[in-house]
């Protein structure tokens, strides 16, 4: 099994749904992410997906687009952020996955980067702007490497589509709660919940929930059917309000902290 398979496995067992927060790595620098995401996984992170910046993140909102312009500024590049994987493996058996753009990839070149993000220990691999028809090359360099192809799921995809997609799902789904870039809306659980319990219908494969869950509330409330709840751009205005403060640790820390233990009262 790998890393993503066991923690959802164990999650099961204790009826409890997954946080995954989301950050973008190289904000406010690399050394400073390597912190951060020791500091999620001591406090409840379950899974971590780690932001690729991209200097045209078209799906991503002002907070995270912010983000990726500051890692950028900072020298973050695809393979120093390999390099802190690395680094974070040492200590932290926490499932990482990489999100962003195909672009970056294309230029490191598929099967050099699946065969580095698998010696560095990534799991899994999300791509927001490479649909399932042109992803012949990467899937094959992925899946040779063991990593897991993360697929996203959003409510405008037909039913027949989503069928495709849900049956060829590797370590879990992404399920987009509404449409539009990222931290501009609010969630609304009732709306979506009908959606991501007919794709648990379909699959055995983990369905996590992301797009507009900034609260406890939120994530409570969402947790009640899906298997994950991913946090981002609330937690990325976090990082990026206590930057420059020793306060950042802490106030990361409680903000995760808290929602798992949400998390955990609404599974009891």
């Known amino acids: 099994m790998t890393r993503i398979d066991k923690s959802f496995a164990a999650l099961r067992q204790r009826r409890e749904t997954a946080l995954i927060p989301f950050l973008t790595a190289g904000d406010p620098d690399l050394a400073t992410t390597v912190q951060l995401i020791r500091t999620l996984a001591a406090n409840g992170a379950d899974l971590i997906e780690l932001g690729v910046p991209f200097s045209d993140p078209m799906a991503d909102g002002p907070t995270i687009q912010a983000a990726s312009e500051r890692a950028l500024a900072a ?14 493996r040492t200590d932290c058996q926490v499932p990482l996955v990489l999100m962003g753009y195909y672009n970056p990839i294309f230029r490191y070149g598929a099967e050099r980067f699946a065969r580095d993000a698998a010696a560095a220990g990534v799991d899994g691999l999300l791509l927001v702007d490479l649909p399932p028809e042109e992803i012949g090359e990467i899937s094959t360099a992925m899946r040779d490497s063991g990593i897991a192809l993360i ?15 849900v049956a060829a799902a590797e370590g879990y789904l992404y399920y987009v709660s509404m449409t539009g870039i990222t931290g ?62 020793d306060e950042l640790l802490p106030r990361v820390g409680r903000f995760i902290a808290e929602l798992k233990q949400g998390l955990v009262e609404q599974s009891g």
């Open 75 to 88: 020298g973050t590049t695809l393979k120093k952020i390999l390099q802190i994987v690395t680094e974070v």
């Open 184 to 245: 501009t809306r609010k969630i609304v659980p009732a709306d979506i919940r009908m959606a991501v319990e007919n794709i648990k219908g379909m699959t055995d494969v983990p369905v996590g929930v992301g797009f507009g869950i900034t609260t406890v509330e939120d994530a409570k409330a969402v947790g009640k059917f899906a298997d994950g709840v991913v946090v981002g751009s609330a937690l990325v205005k976090i990082i990026a309000d206590y930057a420059q403060s």
């Open 151 to 165: 697929t996203l799921l959003a409510p405008t995809t037909p039913l027949q589509r989503m069928q495709k997609l």
